[in-house]
């Protein structure tokens, strides 16, 4: 049985200095949930733990997996995740979530958005092929569509993970296959709309990054995971 993707919203409080919040949590399909107490009161009726509600998505009846959800000035925004048929993208309209990117071919979808909302709106992830070939997806949302961007992949197994606007320009991460190691990706494409070199991170052995993200002073800051040495 197909189960769509849902939302759990609780009554807790704020958490201080977050902007965007969530966690997710691994079931049959992506669990997201955020405090945002505002929702809640919106939200069905439904049984949850420690206080988080249940807010079915409108619309999604596929077997969808939600990986990112961005708020703006303390409310929902933006939900962004992806399916058998590829990416899915849900804006927030007032009451409901309005689907606004439907998939269309490939599997998997966006893994992650950026949180700073900037205009256009960049969202990022990747297809994985029957073969195992791994696709990047880099896609700009303006004047309510999404669209295409290219980025040359650096090999044949390439997945783009998150993104992030700054004064630097608009950076990615991610992972690409080089030579048989998993090795860590980062990039920025400048405010001329040029994509600089792939950044040398010094990691040694195998390693990648999931999320980044920007300070106010334009500070851009990854996080991800390097194998230890086992000798």
């Not at 900037?118 to 696709?135: F, H, I, M, N, Q």
């Not at 048989?180 to 990039?187: D, F, N, S, V």
């Not at 792939?198 to 195998?206: I, Q």
Request: with cysteine; net charge negative.
């Amino acid at each position: 049985m197909v189960r769509p993707p849902f939302l759990s919203v609780a009554r807790s409080p704020h958490r201080k200095g977050v902007g965007a919040v969530s966690l997710v949590c691994a079931l049959v399909v992506g669990l997201i949930v955020t405090p945002t107490p505002a929702l809640a009161q919106d939200a069905p009726e439904a049984e949850c733990l420690d206080g988080w509600r249940e807010v079915p998505l409108i619309g999604s009846e596929r077997n969808a997996f939600p990986h990112e959800i961005l708020t703006e000035d303390g409310e929902p925004a933006w939900l962004f995740g992806g399916s058998g048929n590829g990416p899915l993208a849900y804006q927030w309209q007032g009451s409901e979530w309005v689907e606004v990117r439907q998939p269309g071919k490939g599997s998997l979808g966006f893994m992650g958005a950026d949180d700073t909302l900037a205009d256009p709106l960049w969202a990022v992830g990747y297809d994985k092929s029957s073969t195992g070939r791994l696709e990047p997806i880099l896609e700009s949302f303006r004047n309510d569509r999404f669209k295409s961007r290219p980025i040359k992949a650096p090999s044949e197994r390439f997945a783009l993970t998150d993104t992030v606007n700054s004064s630097a320009g608009t950076t990615v991460v991610g992972l690409f296959l080089d030579e048989g190691t998993m090795r860590a990706y980062a990039r920025t494409r400048g405010a001329g709309g040029g994509w600089g070199p792939v950044a040398d991170l010094g990691l040694d052995g195998e390693s990648a990054l999931a999320a980044v993200t920007a300070s106010p002073s334009g500070t851009v800051w990854a996080a991800g995971w390097q194998q230890a040495d086992s000798g």
